[in-house]
């Protein structure tokens, strides 16, 4: 029975002992060159800062938002995203034309980015180039997903720069008024 305790114990030690080196092996930092540290801390900088810039965005902190965004674009001179955010964090400090420059770098790095389209029609109103505003928001529309909850504000400022174009001809009050299926009107 002395024999067989002994044995366990022997046998639960070694696997012990196994599973500490496998663990030790497996977690011990490999190499890794300053290069690849610099790429991973710039990309850890880069994702930190914009998400800030993100918080500033929506906290209506155009100014911090800005100098966030300064640094993104240090670090990624062709992301969309920051080049559009940027657009609308110079349109929270009534700046259209400098934005309509960063909505159209964006667009040119993705063409299929929505909300640079939306962004760069609402610059374009600003300065009122309602032609420019209304091809960007028919972009924005056509990219944008069905479920975007700015597709309904999108139809309703097109209609409104139609109309500052005049493209909708108010009916003239003394129209005749067509009759209906059976005469009716």
Do not use: C
């Not at 900088?45 to 938002?65: C, G, P, S, T």
């Not at 110079?90 to 909300?115: D, H, M, T």
Request: glycine share 4%.
């Amino acid at each position: 029975m002395k024999n067989r305790t002994t044995l366990a114990a022997v046998i639960l030690i070694a696997a012990l002992l196994l599973v500490a080196t496998l663990v030790k092996w497996f977690a011990e930092p490999r190499f890794v060159s300053r290069l690849e540290h610099q790429q991973r801390m710039q990309q850890q900088e880069l994702r930190q800062r914009f998400e800030q810039a993100v918080v500033m965005l929506h906290a209506k902190q155009y100014d911090h938002a800005i100098t966030a965004l300064h640094r993104v674009l240090e670090i990624a001179p062709r992301m969309p995203e920051a080049h559009a955010n940027m657009g609308y964090a110079l349109l929270g400090l009534q700046e259209p034309g400098a934005a309509r420059g960063f909505f159209e770098a964006a667009v040119e790095l993705n063409p299929r980015q929505a909300n640079a389209y939306y962004g760069l029609a609402l610059a374009s109103e600003a300065v009122k180039d309602y032609e420019m505003a209304l091809g960007a928001m028919r972009t924005y529309l056509h990219f944008a997903p069905a479920q975007d909850p700015y597709r309904a504000r999108a139809r309703s400022a097109l209609w409104e720069w139609e109309e500052k174009l005049g493209r909708h001809a108010a009916a003239p009050a003394s129209a005749p008024r067509r009759a209906g299926p059976r005469g009716r009107p």
